[in-house]
Nanobody, 115 residues
Framework: QAQVVESGGGLVQPGGSLRLSCTVS????????MAWYRQAPGKQREFVAG???????KYADDVVGRFSMSRDNAKKTVYLQMNSLKTEDTAVYYC?????????WGQGTQVTFSP
């Protein structure tokens, strides 16, 4: 059974950094397109970053230059390195696997700013 599990969220201060991880099981992974989405309170879920099988990445305009996505096929894991975090980055971050039209989502990991 396919499973997608995010980790790495937590409290952070503006200007700080976090690295989110997403580990997949029950899927081939190496051929999957992987993506990060986020959902802030009262807002719709939005695309953040994506990476295809050959490692090519794509980012939402408001995270370009601050976030970086990578993948480790041996570990069946993708990472989202988030730098220069802003308060508007507060959200639940979700990981998605996509292959041949089939999607699998994780349960999300919360990123919150400390006062």
């Amino acid at each position: 059974q396919a499973q997608v599990v995010e980790s790495g969220g937590g409290l952070v201060q503006p200007g700080g950094s976090l690295r989110l991880s997403c580990t997949v099981s029950g899927l081939i992974f190496s051929v999957d397109t992987m993506a990060w989405y986020r959902q802030a309170p009262g807002k719709q879920r939005e695309f953040v970053a994506g990476i295809v099988a050959n490692g090519q990445t794509k980012y939402a305009d408001d995270v370009v230059g601050r976030f970086s996505m990578s993948r480790d096929n041996a570990k069946k894991t993708v990472y989202l390195q988030m730098n220069s975090l802003k308060t508007e980055d507060t959200a639940v971050y979700y990981c998605k696997s996509l292959y041949r039209g089939r999607e699998h989502w994780g349960q999300g990991t919360q990123v919150t700013f400390s006062p």
